[in-house]
């Protein structure tokens, strides 16, 4: 059972578009929000990462909004690049520990 | 930088034989994770440990055990290797007690079992 669940599984953007990836929880012990980021033939890394307590986080190009009531948060990456073309996965975790609960991925192509 | 390495970058076995995955991090990291990634349904937790010698069940444990004999190794073995453990596996170390202590992956080791 996947407690988080994530969307869409696949997206194409053109360059200089808005890529927005979603996702959704069950569990309301989850209190940290980190986004992962991968590249063909390497591990995830993190990318970034939010608390309950704010609504949006941004780094340069990348924010994250967080809707506690809906129990869902997004990634958005603005102006896309073909650099960014990677997956993406959203994860959860409880305040106990550092286990992360992953979302299934989104793979992101941003075209020339 | 964080450097966790796995030990093999592609690996075929067939069915029934037992396999070793090797993991290794430089960083004095207390928590070491096995992951394996399949498409569609991201990265599913199958064993972790906090300490050597201690080790606790994921999501996904069956088929699986593991070994951390010393601090910086974690070792994943499939008992009886069947084909739908053929996956990709990502080893992944933090320092403990840190909710906002990121994960730091190795490249993955691509199992094929035939």
């Known amino acids: 059972q996947q407690q988080v669940k994530q969307s869409p599984q696949s997206l194409i953007v053109q360059k200089g578009g808005i890529s927005i990836i979603n996702c959704a929880y069950e569990n309301t012990a989850f209190d940290y929000f980190p986004w992962y980021q991968q590249f063909p033939g390497k591990g995830p890394a993190l990318l970034i990462a939010?608390?309950?307590?704010?609504s949006e986080k941004k780094e340069g190009r990348f924010t994250i909004s967080f809707n506690k009531s809906a129990k869902q948060f997004s990634l958005h990456i603005m102006d896309s690049q073909p650099g960014d073309s990677a997956t993406y996965f959203c994860a959860a975790t409880e305040p106990s520990g550092s286990r992360l609960t992953f979302g299934e991925g989104t793979q992101l192509t941003v075209n020339p | 930088d964080v450097k966790v390495t796995q030990s093999s970058r592609y690996l075929v076995k067939r069915t029934g034989e037992k396999v070793f995955l090797e993991c290794v991090q430089d960083?004095?990291?207390?928590?070491m994770f096995w992951y394996r990634q399949d498409p569609g349904l991201g990265l599913r937790l199958i064993y972790f440990s906090y300490d050597v010698k201690m080790k606790e069940k994921g999501d996904i444990p069956e088929g699986y055990s593991v070994s951390r004999e010393k601090k910086e190794r974690f070792s994943l073995i499939l008992e009886s290797a069947s084909t739908n453990q053929t996956s990709m596996y990502l080893c992944?170390?933090?320092?403990?007690?840190?909710?906002?202590?990121?994960?730091?992956f190795g490249n993955g080791t691509r199992l094929t079992v035939t």
């Open positions: 960083m004095d990291h207390e928590n």
């Open positions: 992944a170390s933090s320092f403990p007690g840190q909710v906002n202590s990121p994960l730091h």
């Open positions: 939010i608390r309950p307590d704010v």
